[in-house]
């Protein structure tokens, strides 16, 4: 079955890096895209196609791809950044799946 | 201005049934594929399906297949989603997102959350 792994928590001090990893067999032929949801909020579009910004997202906000494995990186992270973040990505056959999340908690 | 904005909350009884909507502005309602995601209280994204109001086209995710009805009426470039007996595990937040290039989601609603309770 179609799965993405995602690390269920991440920690960080204000000022450091969060590294989130999303993993997925679909990922070494399909982007991986991210999105931030903030407690009782929708879901903000983060990233597309790995690594791509949308309008209006920080720069510290950056992504890559390696194999079945993308990267979310938050560089400098601010404590408004605590918040759940999904990866998600299509299958071949036309069907799209979210990772399970993974909470950023900004120590 | 891109914007989904979506019907209110909802308190229903189990076997109930139940319409959410969508409603789209700023873009081409008909040409973009607009999807639905459930997210339980406490739990992650769920896909629910998508649909193309051009053509009605509709791709239910295998977990809610025969589970909810999507649909849509491009005069009004708005998107339904609806059930025909509600049961206490579709409590939830529902959102639409529209998708963009088929491959991920550009904007979102608000979300509409539905309690089904006796």
């Known amino acids: 079955s179609y799965e993405l792994t995602q690390p269920p928590s991440v920690s960080v001090s204000p000022g450091q890096t969060a590294r989130i990893t999303c993993s997925g067999d679909?990922?070494?032929?399909?982007?991986g895209y991210w999105y931030q949801q903030k407690p009782g909020q929708a879901p903000v579009l983060l990233l597309y196609?790995?690594?791509e910004r949308p309008s209006g997202i920080p720069e510290r906000f950056s992504g890559s791809s390696s194999g079945t494995t993308v990267t979310l990186t938050i560089s400098g992270v601010q404590a408004e950044d605590e918040a759940d973040y999904y990866c998600q990505s299509p299958d071949s056959s036309g069907t799209y799946f979210f990772g399970s999340g993974t909470k950023v908690t900004v120590l | 201005e891109v914007q989904l904005v979506q019907s209110g909350a909802e308190v229903k009884k189990p076997g109930e049934s139940l319409k959410i909507s969508c409603k789209g502005s700023?873009?081409?309602?008909?040409?973009?594929?607009i999807g639905w995601v459930r997210q339980m209280p406490g739990k992650g994204l769920e896909w629910m399906g998508i649909m193309y109001p051009s053509d009605s086209d509709i791709r239910y995710s295998p977990s809610f297949e025969g589970q909810v009805t999507i649909s849509a009426d491009k005069s009004i470039t708005t998107a339904y989603l609806q059930w025909s007996s509600l049961k206490a595990s579709d409590t939830a937040m529902y959102y639409c997102?529209?998708?963009?290039?088929?491959?991920?989601?550009?904007?979102w609603g608000q979300g509409t959350l539905v309690t089904v309770s006796s």
């Open positions: 997102a529209r998708l963009t290039g088929v491959d991920y989601f550009d904007y």
């Open positions: 679909a990922l070494a032929k399909q982007y």
């Open positions: 196609k790995d690594s």
């Open positions: 700023g873009y081409s309602f008909s040409t973009y594929w």
